[in-house]
């Protein structure tokens, strides 16, 4: 099991470029989650999927779009890059409460500059 | 909407010492699951420990154990005979049952264990 895994690890972008970031589990997870981290901060909820073709808004969604085709698969697409998206992205897993453990578990994260 | 304080931004520790981290949290909610997250300088985020609301007992892994008292809506982190290794941040987490299940955090603690 690789868990869950994001790319790219780091990425520095142009006000006003565009890039996603992905994210995979291998645990077939239904519930996937995109957070970010600012400095001297705790993560705070982007984005959130409970299953394929289904996604919600989280707190701070704006400024970015995701997807759901497969299980597996949860990327996270910035459109016109801003310096206030400059953050640590991490995308998380778990199965739904009731069935097995509720932990989340997270990628390594995804640091992003945008200069 | 559910907030999570940690008031102590910096704690440290001389090693084999113990050390206690305090939260608190303010909900409404009768069904909710707390969490410790530990954040090393890879960025990897760890669960420590996770207690049920519903459960009176506190949990206990290892060295790691917490002190739940759920009418003053508190849940400290208590790190026995620290070590080295347990140099990292440490985030609170808030998880409502149902819905999103999505884990509201703290902005952190950061601990240092001195040698």
């Known amino acids: 099991n690789a868990g869950v895994t994001q790319t790219p690890k780091f990425r520095i972008l142009k006000i006003g470029q565009s890039m996603t970031l992905q994210c995979t589990q291998d645990?077939?997870?239904?519930?996937m989650y995109w957070y970010r981290q600012d400095p001297g901060m705790g993560l705070k909820l982007i984005y959130y999927?409970?299953?394929?073709?289904?996604?919600d808004k989280g707190e701070v969604p704006n400024g970015y779009n995701v997807s759901r085709s497969t299980t597996e698969d949860f990327p996270l697409r910035l459109e016109l890059a801003a310096p206030s998206q400059t953050s640590v992205y991490f995308c998380a897993s778990r199965q739904p409460h009731g069935r097995g453990s509720y932990e989340q578990y997270f990628g390594p994260g995804t640091r992003l500059t945008v200069t | 909407a559910q907030t999570v304080t940690q008031s102590q931004p910096e704690m440290s520790v001389q090693e084999a010492e113990t050390v206690t981290l305090s939260c608190t949290y303010d909900t409404s909610e009768s069904n909710y699951y707390l969490f410790w997250y530990k954040q090393p300088p890879s960025r990897q985020m760890i669960l420590v420990i996770r207690?049920?609301?519903?459960?009176?007992q506190n949990a206990t892994e290892n060295r790691f154990s917490v002190n739940f008292q759920k009418a003053a809506k508190s849940f400290s982190l208590k790190i026995s005979d620290s070590q080295l290794g347990d140099t990292a941040m440490y985030f609170c987490?808030?998880?409502?049952?149902?819905?999103?299940?999505?884990?509201?955090f703290g902005k952190g603690t950061k601990l240092t264990v001195n040698p």
């Open positions: 645990m077939n997870h239904n519930y």
């Open positions: 207690q049920e609301a519903y459960k009176q």
């Open positions: 999927s409970v299953g394929a073709g289904i996604t």
């Open positions: 987490a808030f998880m409502k049952q149902g819905g999103s299940e999505k884990l509201v």
